[in-house]
T-cell receptor, first 115, second 111 residues
């Protein structure tokens, strides 16, 4: 069974540009999550999809961030326009069920650097 | 607002030692607690998940305990090996979907 995959692994962009991150969850996992870790801070929750619907987007920092999951398969996270403080590692995770017993499986992350 | 603290921030031990990593959280209304391992440049690997109704979980040389009332969890690693070197993260399930993470403990096990 393939794990959670993310693309690209690294992205370096200029302030003001647009970047789109992609996440492919484990096949059959309805739940997909985005997290972010900025330098020196802990990993923080951004949002949660159940299939194609946003279940919880309370962690999204502002309206420059747009997440989609068309068709309930892969997800994209777009940052437009990017700011310096958006630099960090963006992780995606997926789980089969929505329950206290279910493990979230994480991808390797996308390291975003905004110059 | 849930806050998770991990102590120590870094730990260096010689191979073979038994060690304990600590995690504390401020709100005891949790669904579960997970311990993850992160190797440099890699994603997070789930080590153990403890449901809120459980007291501990074991996997091989790893044992994690949970005391909800005091807001604490410990990860015990027996007979540490150089391959155990990594950052260990504690995360508390505070909603149906949300994990709240600590900053992690960076462990170095020297041969």
């Amino acid at each position: 069974e393939a794990g959670v995959t993310q693309f690209p692994s690294h992205s370096v962009i200029e302030k003001g540009q647009t970047v789109t991150l992609r996440c492919d969850p484990i096949s059959g996992h309805d739940n997909l999550y985005w997290y972010r870790r900025v330098m020196g801070k802990e990993i923080k929750f951004l949002l949660h999809f159940v299939k194609e619907s946003k279940q919880d987007e309370s962690g999204m920092p502002n309206n420059r961030f747009l997440a989609e999951r068309t068709g309930g398969t892969y997800s994209t996270l777009k940052v437009q326009p990017a700011e310096l403080e958006d630099s960090g590692v963006y992780f995606c995770a997926s789980s089969r069920q929505l329950a206290a017993t279910d493990t979230q499986y994480f991808g390797p992350g996308t390291r975003l650097t905004v110059l | 607002k849930q806050e998770v603290t991990q102590i120590p921030a870094a730990l260096s031990v010689p191979e073979g030692e038994n060690l304990v990593l600590n995690c504390s959280f401020t709100d005891s209304a949790i669904y579960n607690l997970q311990w993850f391992r992160q190797d440099p440049g890699k994603g997070l690997t789930s080590l153990l998940l403890i449901q809120s109704s459980q007291r501990e979980q074991t996997s091989g040389r790893l044992n994690a305990s949970l005391d909800k009332s005091s807001g604490r969890s410990t990860l015990y690693i027996a007979a540490s090996q150089p391959g155990d070197s990594a950052t260990y993260l504690c995360a508390v399930g505070t909603g149906y979907s949300t994990l709240t993470f600590g900053k992690g403990t960076m462990l170095l096990v020297s041969p």
